[in-house]
């Protein structure tokens, strides 16, 4: 009976150590394919930083850094990472981004800087190569700033209006690697009455992969004040943008959104800072991913995932 027992489990610990696990840090490149399947079972955005640390991606850049939170989970999700590089864009710098990066520069809202949030004094972002780009997206001083360069991971989080949203993806899907991701936060509407005269032109959803059903605007969070509880702004400007644009220049590839359906708990078991990632809204993120060279084709089996400026 004992030499049975400890062939079984001698079989056991070799079939073990014959199947590979993910660990924090793998080299191993997901597929187009893997990363839609992982966000499809973590349908919050919180879960783009872990395409770094267990999916392989190297280069990133946040559009839009507000005060820095966003980008504060991604360089400390990623602090295992043995090398990475995280550029941030934000042309109007806040006092609580500056004492976070001081290359930022000068606040524009002059408030005071503390040197007891830094990055630097706080060891985050020590394994990774930070760049501050002061410009507006769209300002040929970004296009420069960010020229010639390929992204794994392209976040835009900055103008919300429907010109510019529209004329950032044109100008930065052609700045994400093959295999990466353009994604953008605040995808969602409230189900606008399309016959009111105002609303006419709105002809969502449109005929794109994956662009039906628009996700709904969700209730302001707790951190929004005396606006907490009311219904959140309608965001269909960025749905518009983000439709057209890929009916018009990517018809072929599939339009993914994340739920934002998360929870203090929830986060807490998967070492993630919940205060780091709520924001005044629950709105979803959208996403496309770039095909490897010489694919086509729409990503993942399904349209729609099922399952906020920081």
């Known amino acids: 009976m004992k ?4 062939k079984a489990m001698r079989d056991v610990m070799l079939m073990l150590a014959s199947c590979s696990f993910p660990t924090v840090g793998a080299s191993t490149r997901w597929s187009t394919d893997e990363v839609v399947k992982f966000i499809a079972a973590h349908p919050q955005r919180a879960y783009f930083s872990r395409l770094f640390r267990d999916g392989g991606f190297r280069t990133g850049i946040e ?16 602090a295992a990472l043995p090398a990475w590089s995280w550029s941030m864009m934000e042309p109007f710098p806040s006092g609580t981004l500056t004492s976070r990066y001081p290359a930022f520069g000068r606040p524009s809202d002059n408030k005071t800087v503390s040197s007891k949030m830094a990055w630097s004094t706080r ?6 190569r930070l760049t ?27 103008a919300h209006d429907y010109v510019n949203v529209k004329a950032e993806m044109y100008l930065y899907w052609p700045k ?7 994604a953008g936060h605040d995808y969602c509407d409230q189900k606008e009455d399309r016959t009111k005269e105002a609303n006419r032109s709105l002809k969502l959803p449109l005929r794109c992969l994956g662009c039906s059903p628009i996700p709904t605007c969700g209730t302001y969070t707790e951190i929004a004040g005396t606006q907490s509880g009311r219904r959140a702004r309608t965001q269909v400007a960025v749905v518009q943008a983000v439709q057209e644009w890929l009916l018009d220049a990517e018809p072929q590839l599939t ?24 924001t005044k809204t629950r709105n979803p993120s959208w996403f496309v991913m770039k095909p490897l060279e010489g694919r086509q084709g729409h990503s993942g089996g399904g349209r729609q995932l099922q399952g906020d400026r920081g």
């Open 176 to 182: 994400v690697a093959p295999g990466g991701m353009l």
């Open 123 to 128: 060891g985050i972002g020590s394994n990774a």
């Open 3 to 6: 030499k049975m027992m400890k």
């Open 255 to 278: 339009l993914h959104h994340t739920l934002e359906d998360f929870t203090r708990e929830g986060f807490a078991t998967d070492g993630i800072d919940y205060k780091l990632l709520l």
């Open 132 to 158: 501050a780009i002061r410009e507006l997206s769209t300002a040929k001083a970004a296009l420069d700033a960010t020229a010639g360069a390929q992204y794994d991971f392209i976040y835009l989080d900055g």
């Open 63 to 78: 559009v839009g850094v507000a005060g820095g939170r966003f980008s504060e989970h991604m360089l400390i999700d990623n």
